[in-house]
T-cell receptor
Framework: DTAVSQTPKYLVTQMGNDKSIKCEQN?????MYWYKQDSKKFLKIMFS???????INETVPNRFSPKSPDKAHLNLHINSLELGDSAVYFC???????????FGEGSRLTVL | AQTVTQSQPEMSVQEAETVTLSCTYD???????LFWYKQPPSRQMILVIR??????QNATENRFSVNFQKAAKSFSLKISDSQLGDTAMYFC??????????FGKGTHLIIQP
């Protein structure tokens, strides 16, 4: 059983399109995150949700909107995609006070 | 704000050698955690080792061990008897809780046969 799963794993799309990435965790964790890994492999947090409430919203464009329908799911919707959005997006989860992040396999987004 | 610095963009060693990856961090938190994650070409993020900052004893996990110097804010990773499968990007990270982890820029470790 995959602990943190993301779909799709690969996404190729045109500039200006809207796309979503879905994430689910079956670990019973309270907190979920979206991280962006750029072409230089740098990992930066985008959003953090704790029990469906937004905790962190780093400086990302308004075109990025996370949604957490329940504690086990955190989806990422991106409007009006730009070339610079091309990256690998990682979903992760953690149990409060343990610190350890459990990562999904990542979703590679390519914007043409 | 937390910062994590990995000063070695790339390292290369021979199989079976010992290698040490450097990491320094800065935080204003009293309670925090430190981690090393490995990212092989498959791009999966894999936890290598974890250290609670309040524990003085250095964490070890089989061939992997850390040298945690709290006052110096240093957290290096030692890999003993390196294997070809250790080839990967290694990320140092600090933090914990709902704020997530702050990652360094990574060290690309290459194990040569």
């Amino acid at each position: 059983d995959t602990a943190v799963s993301q779909t799709p794993k690969y996404l190729v799309t045109q500039m200006g399109n809207d796309k979503s990435i879905k994430c689910e965790q079956n670990l019973g964790h309270d907190t979920m995150y979206w991280y962006k890994q750029d072409s230089k492999k740098f990992l930066k947090i985008m959003f953090s949700y704790n029990n469906k409430e937004l905790i962190i919203n780093e400086t990302v464009p308004n075109r990025f909107s996370p949604k957490s329908p329940d504690k086990a799911h955190l989806n990422l919707h991106i409007n009006s995609l730009e070339l610079g959005d091309s990256a690998v997006y990682f979903c992760a989860s953690s149990q409060e006070f343990t610190g350890e992040l459990f990562f999904g396999e990542g979703s590679r987004l390519t914007v043409l | 704000a937390q910062t994590v610095t990995q000063s070695q963009p790339e390292m290369s060693v021979q199989e079976a050698e010992t290698v040490t990856l450097s990491c320094t961090y800065d935080t204003s938190e009293n309670n925090y955690y430190l981690f090393w994650y490995k990212q092989p070409p498959s791009r999966q993020m894999i936890l290598v080792i974890r250290q609670e900052a309040y524990k003085q004893q250095n964490a070890t996990e089989n061939r992997f061990s850390v040298n945690f110097q709290k006052a110096a804010k240093s957290f290096s990773l030692k890999i003993s008897d390196s294997q070809l499968g250790d080839t990967a990007m290694y990320f140092c990270a600090s933090g914990g809780g709902a704020d997530g982890l702050t990652f360094g820029k990574g060290t690309h470790l290459i194990i040569q046969p």
